[in-house]
């Protein structure tokens, strides 16, 4: 019942920033945990950022720690990731995702909605 579109990705250099943002269908996107994952060729989808009802409530893989930002608005249906200090090594496949939840969630199996993924790509 819930669609997720993903949008703004694109090729920077390393040390760039890019924003994207997931646009969700529906009408009770304020009761959804969302997430960001990433996928590079070759490798399984990895957990990026997640965060809950309450906006304060995020959490992020070490890896990202410091330089992406998740957040949400939702009057306009819509959670964003803010990456900044790109490195090589994000470059993936960026996807997000939705669970009616309560608390956030960090794995791949705990979401019932993906977007199509938007491409990443950082150049050295």
């Known amino acids: 019942q819930v669609q997720l579109v993903e949008s703004g990705g694109g090729l920077v250099q390393a040390g760039g920033s890019l924003r994207l943002s997931c646009a969700a269908s529906?009408?009770?996107?304020?009761?959804?945990?969302m997430g960001w994952f990433r996928q590079a060729p070759g490798k399984e989808r990895d957990f990026v950022a997640a965060?809950?009802?309450?906006?304060?409530?995020?959490h992020y893989a070490d890896s990202v720690k410091g330089r992406f930002t998740i957040s949400r608005d939702n009057a306009k249906n819509t959670v964003f990731l803010q990456m900044n200090s790109l490195k090589p090594e994000d470059t993936a496949v960026y996807f997000c995702?939705?669970?009616?939840?309560?608390?956030?969630?960090?794995?791949?199996?705990?979401?019932?909605?993906w977007g199509q993924g938007t491409q990443v790509t950082v150049s050295s």
């Open positions: 965060i809950g009802w309450i906006p304060s409530n995020v």
């Open positions: 529906g009408r009770t996107f304020s009761s959804y945990a």
């Open positions: 995702a939705a669970r009616r939840s309560l608390v956030l969630h960090t794995t791949t199996g705990e979401y019932d909605y």
